[in-house]
């Protein structure tokens, strides 16, 4: 009965292995490494939208207190308080939005 022989290769293909082992160990860092910054940024202007986004609902909840008060002071008013109420919430609709886009490309 014959011996097993274990596969011993040569030093050059050693040499190729190692180098094609360091490759990929580099290339995988790298890619960590870019995949890591990217959610870092994305995750800052996630922040950054909504920070607009909740100091827009503050103002709106505001405005929405004033127009209710001034309107208990002067009935009368409540139509033309209404309609500028309407258009302010949706100028601030509107930041919040430009806001977002300008974000989400800087």
Known sequence: MSEIQFYRPSAGVQRRVQRELTTITTSTGLTTA???ART??????ASGVA????????????????????????????ARLTMIGDLTAIALG????????????A
């Open 40 to 45: 870092e940024i994305e995750t800052v202007r």
């Open 34 to 36: 870019r995949l890591d």
């Open 51 to 78: 920070a607009v986004g909740q100091r827009a609902m503050q103002e709106v909840a505001l405005l929405t207190k004033l127009e209710r008060d001034l309107a208990e002071t002067v009935p009368a008013a409540v």
């Open 94 to 105: 509107d930041v919040v939005l430009t806001a977002a886009r300008r974000i989400g490309r």
